[in-house]
């Protein structure tokens, strides 16, 4: 299984990877975990990361795509893989899809998780007061939604014209909301 995960910031994008990756026996890959990774350890990736992050901008492309380009070519990516966090722009998209077909495969489904912003923003208050995250702060909330809007948003209409999307809503129970995703993706 080859899959993405879609959706706003807040929308539960990373607990729900896990949860579904884990169902799956695949590896969730979130770009944002693995740019906080490197922000902790202070590598070079993570120092040139770091303040399109604490902005609520998007790290540029050439850089996302290097660092998900070697971690696809990982072995444990190799039967499959569930992306959280990327691709994000149109021209994400485009390397992803050289990546795949330099391996000679494709992608079976794209995941949508829905949620409505005024939930979001409410979740992501929450989640700053019990991990302080910091880009989970008002003025950066907002820019990271605007961004997403702008940037992202748009692949939605992409991946439904390659007839590919499936979308979830986000709203509910953790438990719930797992289900729904697994339904979706073996349906
Ligand atoms: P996330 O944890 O997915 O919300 O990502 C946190 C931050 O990491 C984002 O606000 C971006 O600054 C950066 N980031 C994560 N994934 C990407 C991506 N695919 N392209 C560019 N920046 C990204």
């Not at 990982?74 to 149109?90: E, K, N, V």
């Not at 994400?92 to 050289?98: E, M, P, R, S």
């Not at 794209?110 to 992501?124: C, F, G, H, K, N």
């Amino acid at each position: 299984m080859r899959l993405i995960l879609l959706g706003p910031p807040g929308a539960g994008k990373g607990t729900q990877a896990k949860r579904v990756a884990d169902g799956l026996s695949i590896p969730a890959i979130s770009t944002g975990d693995i740019f906080r990774w490197n922000v902790s350890e202070g590598t070079p990736l993570g120092t040139k990361a770091k303040g399109y992050m604490d902005a609520g901008e998007y790290v540029p492309d050439h850089v996302t795509n290097a660092m998900v380009k070697d971690r696809l070519a990982q072995d444990d990516a190799a039967p499959g893989f569930l992306l959280d966090g990327y691709p994000r722009t149109q021209e994400q998209v485009g390397a992803l899809d050289a990546m795949l077909s330099e391996q000679g495969t494709t992608l079976d489904k794209v995941v949508e998780l829905t949620a409505d912003r005024d939930e979001l923003v409410d979740r992501m208050l929450k989640r700053a007061a019990l991990e302080g995250r910091s880009d989970d702060n008002p003025e950066v909330i907002a820019r990271r939604l605007d961004v997403y809007d702008e940037q992202t948003a748009p692949l939605v209409a992409i991946y439904g014209e390659r007839g590919l999307l499936v979308s979830v809503d986000g709203l509910g129970k953790v438990d719930e909301v797992t289900e729904r995703l697994m339904a979706a993706i073996r349906g």
